[in-house]
């Protein structure tokens, strides 16, 4: 039976782990899915700095791997608490708008346990693992943008501009000391703007590091947005300096938050 794509990437992860290499072909017919899938999940494990794509296969990333694993994992950790989080405020929405971004990528791979939506996206990450079998999903198109695979460029804007989202999510930068959240990426602010503008309601999905760093260009202003969607080890001192301006909720483990999601969730 073959695997969903975050379980497959996973146990590829723990091969490369073992044995430092693993061959494309191998994979391929383990997993019973085909070359082009096994080179987008190489490539996505190299972009989140775990494996180095080489001829036919993938070694492990001769990076500190012991001290930068756990806390990739750890922000992992956070990052999927702010997904599920964000999953109890869809509510009624029919049509989506997800950013790229990790964090959304995360929200993505949830939704695919949720009821059938309207998903626009200029996300490559995202797109691929979304189900197409339980929702409409739309990929705007643009000029890819390697580094964080993403479509950017007048046509992914002008797809996002034909269409009207009930909600939108969004990945960030940094919000420290700016009048919004921000982006380094010149190339994909003008998408970001795209879809604040075509949006009912906007949420920025940002881990408590986000809070503490800055992006080059501002995407919007903080009236602009709903709020901040965190995870709970945003400090008291930031909260409080930040809730005074854009509503923040902190993600939690507790039951009350598990009911909310799970009332959303078919």
Known sequence: ???????????????????????????????????????????????????????????????????????????????????????????????????????????????NDYRPLDIVTNSLLAWDSLDAGRHNVFLTGGKKREKNRSLTGSWCVQAIESVHADICFLGTSGILDRKGPTTHSYQELEAKKAMVRQSERVYVLADHDKFQESGFHTMCLWEDIDGIITDGSLSAKAFKQYEKIVPIWMAQEDENEKNRQNSAVL
Do not use: W
């Open 1 to 111: 039976m073959k695997l969903p794509t975050f379980e497959r990437r996973n146990d590829i992860i723990r091969t490369l782990l073992l044995q430092g290499y693993v061959k494309a072909q191998l994979l391929a017919e383990q997993y019973q899915v085909s070359m082009e899938t096994i080179r987008k999940d190489l490539t996505y494990l190299q972009d989140i700095g775990i494996a180095r794509k080489e001829y036919g296969g993938a070694s492990l990333s001769q990076q500190d791997i012991e001290q930068s694993l756990p806390i990739r994992m750890e922000h992992g950790t956070q990052k999927q608490k702010i997904a599920r989080c964000a999953l109890g405020f869809l509510e009624d929405a029919k049509v989506v708008f997800l950013d790229a971004g990790t964090t959304v990528h995360e929200l993505a791979k949830l939704l």
